[in-house]
């Protein structure tokens, strides 16, 4: 058995450099190339058997665009979710640091 494990493609809260924590975006156009890349790349390493996902967008878009590609739905559970950060949530790293610089 092997574990194929892809992080979600680049978000807006990426392209912003902020914080996302389970703050829940969207992707930009270029994580949904890099989703689709994964996808392309994934089905020529072999057959996949199933596809787990987070079901914040950004990782379950990313899910599902590989799912199309390897024709697979992702099952979306939410112990994948990301860590909930609080406060820093939405925050850039120079936000984070003035706020709460302890």
Same mark, same amino acid.
């Given at each position: 058995?092997?574990?194929?494990?892809?992080?979600?493609?680049?978000?807006?809260?990426?392209?912003? &450099?902020?914080?996302?924590?389970?703050?829940?975006?969207?992707?930009?156009?270029?994580?949904?190339?890099?989703?689709?890349?994964?996808?392309?790349?994934?089905?020529?390493i072999g057959p996949?058997?199933?596809?787990?996902?987070?079901?914040? &967008?950004?990782?379950?878009?990313?899910?599902?665009?590989?799912?199309? &590609?390897?024709?697979?739905?992702?099952?979306?559970?939410?112990?994948?979710?990301?860590?909930?950060?609080?406060?820093?949530?939405?925050?850039?790293?120079?936000?984070?640091?003035?706020?709460?610089?302890?």
């Amino acid at each position: 058995m092997s574990l194929i494990l892809v992080p979600h493609g680049q978000s807006q809260a990426n392209l912003m &450099r902020r914080i996302q924590g389970q703050g829940d975006g969207d992707l930009t156009d270029r994580g949904r190339e890099e989703a689709r890349l994964a996808g392309e790349r994934i089905a020529e390493i072999g057959p996949v058997d199933v596809i787990y996902a987070s079901p914040l &967008r950004r990782a379950a878009e990313t899910a599902m665009i590989i799912g199309e &590609r390897l024709d697979r739905q992702p099952i979306l559970l939410d112990g994948l979710r990301e860590m909930n950060l609080g406060a820093l949530d939405g925050l850039n790293g120079e936000e984070s640091r003035t706020r709460y610089p302890e």
